[in-house]
């Protein structure tokens, strides 16, 4: 693998912006502006905030994940897509356990939104498979899914790809076997990053950004070991050159 220039490892970082409040999320997102990293939205903050913050970062010309993980009845998500789409979000996900029709559901969304003018361009929609703090004995035992984490993530995907999706959200210690089972195009959101000497926090399938570049991820969530540093900024950047290592 060739080595990322540092824009390109730049573009593959998301900062995760779990922040209580706009104010402190876009404090933060002003510190990082200019770095060409993704910010992501998540509950805490969208549940917060509303749309208006998604609109800020939007007009500060980041872009925009929306981490939502939306999970209902078919009808219902299309519903959904169709406003996230008209929000102008980049990516948002919903969950692969939702199964094959309410993923179709979601494209479905999207779709009408921009065959109606509501929206400029098509979102990348992606699935959840299994949490990266779901372990092994998590899945068998308590959420009652048989087998190894690895085939319950790999079924997630396929089902995906064929809703039309464009790809997962998944540990980066799975992120080979979806490429394998996908194709190199279906593209692997990872969380669970962690940079060398930090906290694994309550993540419990983890990667370094190193390693997972070299596993071939397209977009590593980052949050904490950026979010909670004293200089974000300087955090990112350690975390770009990191990535950057031949």
């Not at 200089?231 to 990535?243: D, F, G, S």
Request: negative net charge.
């Amino acid at each position: 693998m060739a080595a990322l220039t540092m824009a390109e490892a730049a573009s593959k970082v998301m900062v995760a912006l779990d922040k209580p409040d706009a104010d402190a999320a876009l404090r933060l997102a002003s510190e990082l502006q200019g770095t060409g990293c993704w910010m992501k939205v998540g509950m805490e903050l969208f549940y917060a905030a509303g749309p208006s913050v998604v609109r800020e970062l939007k007009a500060r010309k980041f872009r925009v994940f929306l981490d939502l993980k939306m999970h209902d009845i078919p009808n219902t998500v299309r519903g959904g897509s169709r406003s996230l789409a008209r929000l102008g979000v980049d990516l948002f996900n919903v969950h692969g356990a939702g199964g094959l029709a309410m993923m179709s559901a979601a494209v479905e969304g999207v779709q009408e939104a921009v065959t109606a003018g509501e929206a400029e361009h098509l979102p990348m929609i992606i699935a959840v498979t299994q949490l990266t703090s779901t372990s092994q004995s998590v899945l068998n035992e308590e959420i009652r899914i048989s087998g190894q984490l690895e085939e319950a993530v790999v079924h997630y995907a396929k089902l995906a790809r064929t809703a039309g999706l464009q790809g997962v959200v998944a540990s980066p210690l799975e992120v080979e076997a979806i490429k394998l089972a996908c194709g190199t195009d279906f593209v692997t959101v990872t969380p669970g990053i962690r940079p060398r000497g930090a906290a694994l926090g309550d993540q419990s399938r983890v990667m370094t950004p190193y390693d997972a570049v070299k596993c071939g991820t397209d977009y590593l969530v980052i949050g904490r070991p950026i979010t909670a540093a004293d200089n974000p900024a300087e955090a990112l950047n350690r975390i770009i050159k990191e990535m950057t290592e031949s």
